[in-house]
């Protein structure tokens, strides 16, 4: 009985001081829920504090949730702002299919709900969803870089990292690398396809794989700048990581636009990358969830368009860039540390 | 042979409240979380947390006939994503000449029989081959979850509208999936409680050595209940791909197992086997998804609700062991 106690004690004080720490509602504040899939990514990180820096200029109440990659978690989490009366909900999936119950959840319940930079697969559901145009931003970014392939006369053969395939993002960047490769073929000729999945090990395992099979790779898409650590250290492996100007610089561009994308940029490493604009997209759904708990009628997709920020824009866009926002922000936050 | 296994006990309140430890921190719980949060008892949400309770219970009273008989399964998220992907197969390549209806009978006869088969081979590898349950069932873990990513290639099957009513339709406003977890409830108590299989199970998990001793078929009833586990597994893959509609290798993460474990641990299950009941599953169940669904109400991370369901898994198997060694 006395192990009784023990146990009662600390599930309860556990749940007060929990509870304690989480603030009074106001009563004439709106309330949006904000799910997200991960935090494991810089792009998803930004994302998280662009959102909750909207929010609080708009003084909107934030309730978040963190589903640490698990599908059913994040629809618990879902079903939880519901019973909690939000005013609109801003959910970043797992994948196109599985966000597919959270928005019948929430049409059921009548609360607006925003789809945060994944498309989600054709269903009955009634959502917004806000999304970087993936194809034509990577059409872009890729045809920038043959270009360069073109203008040095040399043949190159090319490589490209791809995402998960359950991931809408993923499947438009493979097909605008293909398009943009199809209209190059006069200097490109893609020798390997390597899946990613999103994670950085097999990124690793299958790009030093590739670099093995086919030494001559000189020609490298990435579809995440999330996934440049694993590149670079493969190149590093390979002798085949120098900037640009150097005969030996492999063409590199990636997608994401964040700040290790921005500091290889700065160094010469990197020729270019799409930027997805991290803030317009988060003004963007919380703007698209209070239209629609005002009841207006809003396009089913916002899209972002983007740009490709590389080595000639530089200069003029990196304001517009949010990784190089982060990268200045980590600058500040380490010289501050190292102090005078 | 009946005279050899312990007979049949009236129901003992005194001791039925011992092996569910759950049911006075349940209504503690509550106590504590409604002012604060008194949607907790919103129409909705107790919807909600009946379901999460459900897709629990239904893994949980699979896990426990396994941990009565003596040993752990810890192959389930595995299991869950196989049999869910192995239903998805069937839908994607149904036979043009019969209807959706079919199609799904199919699916679903397809989910359960790839639970059994998993669970009737760990069950021969541990009771037959003697191999230990940890090992057993952490390589089948690994296999199971490595077959599925190869099947799949990492992707993702969404899957069709006539299957997910299996979750989402109400008949008289009830969700299927309440009726048929109470269905496996009613037939889980009747087989533990009422018939030879069950006084087998708890001779077996109590002492293997002795059971055998008094001629009882061990390694049969070892088999047994991995297979209802397997089947559990199943049901239970049925539940979250249709809640999901989707099936994949990663249908579940692999901490469900945490909160399956939990909750026959807190009602009342031994980990060294031979006891647990039904009732005190459903409690724990009951518990830990309302431990989940309270963290969630409350708006706390998701390591934070981590950190709280492991310390209480810790107290409660420390309790257990704390019991044992009273009564030694």
């Not at chain 1, 299919?97 to 607006?112: L, W």
């Not at chain 2, 590898?125 to 390589?139: F, K, N, Q």
């Not at chain 2, 190869?150 to 509208?161: F, H, I, V």
Request: proline residues 4%; neutral net charge; glycine residues 10%.
């Amino acid at each position: 009985m006395g192990g009784f106690r023990a146990l009662d004690v600390v599930c309860i004080g556990w749940l007060i001081a929990a509870a304690a720490g989480c603030d009074a509602p106001r009563a004439d504040r709106l309330r949006l829920g904000v799910a997200f899939e991960t935090l494991q990514t810089e792009y998803w990180v930004a994302s998280y504090d662009a959102l909750a820096a909207e929010l609080q200029r708009q003084d909107i109440e934030m309730l978040e949730a963190i589903a640490d990659n698990d599908a059913n978690r994040q629809l618990d989490q879902i079903q939880a702002f519901i019973a909690r009366g939000v005013d609109g909900i801003v959910v970043s999936p797992k994948d196109a299919s599985t966000v597919i119950p959270m928005i019948k959840a929430a049409n059921r319940a009548g609360v607006p709900i925003v789809i945060y930079n994944r498309r989600p697969a054709p269903n009955d559901g009634q959502s917004v969803t806000v999304v970087a145009d993936n194809f034509e931003l990577t059409k872009a970014t890729v045809s920038y870089l043959a270009e360069q392939a073109r203008g040095q006369g040399k043949r190159r053969k090319a490589m490209i990292l791809i995402g998960d395939l359950g991931d809408r993002n993923a499947i438009d960047r493979r097909d605008g690398f293909e398009a943009a490769v199809g209209e190059y073929q006069d200097v490109l000729e893609v020798v390997a396809r390597v899946p990613t999945d999103w994670s950085q090990d097999k990124a690793l395992a299958g790009v030093t794989n590739a670099l093995q099979a086919h030494p001559d790779i000189d020609f490298i898409f990435t579809s995440s700048d999330f996934l440049l650590p694993s590149l670079v250290s493969a190149l590093k492996n390979a002798d085949k990581y120098h900037r640009t100007g150097d005969p030996r610089h492999v063409l590199l561009a990636g997608f994401d636009g964040d700040a290790l994308a921005y500091q290889m940029l700065v160094e010469g490493y990197l020729d270019a990358t799409g930027v997805q604009d991290v803030y317009f997209e988060c003004s963007a759904s919380v703007d698209a969830a209070l239209r629609m708990a005002r009841g207006e009628k809003i396009p089913a997709i916002v899209r972002d368009p983007g740009f490709v920020i590389h080595q000639g824009n530089l200069a003029e866009r990196k304001e517009q860039m949010w990784g190089a926002q982060v990268f200045a922000k980590a600058s500040r936050g380490q010289a501050a540390s190292n102090g005078p | 042979m009946d005279r050899d296994v312990p007979p049949v006990k009236r129901f003992d309140w005194r001791r039925a409240g011992s092996q569910a430890r759950a049911v006075p921190l349940i209504a503690l719980l509550i106590a504590c979380l409604l002012p604060w949060r008194p949607e907790i008892l919103s129409l909705y949400n107790l919807e909600s947390l009946a379901l999460a309770i459900a897709l629990l219970f239904v893994l949980a009273m699979g896990q426990s006939f396994v941990m009565i008989s003596g040993g752990i399964d810890l192959s389930q998220p595995a299991v869950i994503s196989a049999c869910g992907v192995a239903g998805a197969f069937c839908f994607a390549a149904p036979d043009p000449s019969a209807g959706a209806g079919s199609s799904v009978v199919l699916g679903l006869t397809v989910m359960l029989c790839t639970g059994i088969v998993v669970g009737a081979a760990q069950g021969l590898a541990v009771a037959y081959l003697r191999l230990p349950p940890l090992l057993v069932s952490l390589a089948t873990l690994m296999v199971v979850g490595g077959g599925t990513l190869w099947a799949t290639q990492s992707n993702r099957y969404e899957l069709p509208g006539e299957f997910t009513r299996i979750w989402y339709a109400r008949p008289a406003g009830v969700p299927i999936p309440l009726l048929i977890v109470a269905a496996v409830a009613v037939v889980a108590h009747f087989a533990l409680a009422h018939t030879l299989f069950g006084r087998r199970l708890y001779a077996v998990g109590q002492n293997a050595t002795v059971a055998r001793i008094a001629g009882l078929p061990v390694e049969r009833t070892i088999a047994s209940s991995y297979v209802v586990c397997g089947f559990c597994s199943g049901l239970a893959g049925v539940f979250y791909s249709a809640r999901l509609y989707t099936a994949s290798a990663e249908l579940v993460e692999n901490d469900v197992l945490l909160d399956c474990i939990a909750a026959a641990v807190i009602g009342g299950v031994s980990l060294s086997g031979g006891k647990g009941k039904v009732t005190g599953v459903l409690a724990g169940a009951v518990f830990v998804a309302l431990v989940g669904n309270a963290l969630n109400l409350l708006g706390l991370r998701y390591w934070h609700v981590l950190i709280a369901k492991g310390t209480v898994i810790l107290l409660a198997v420390a309790l257990d062991a704390a019991g044992r060694s009273r009564r030694a």
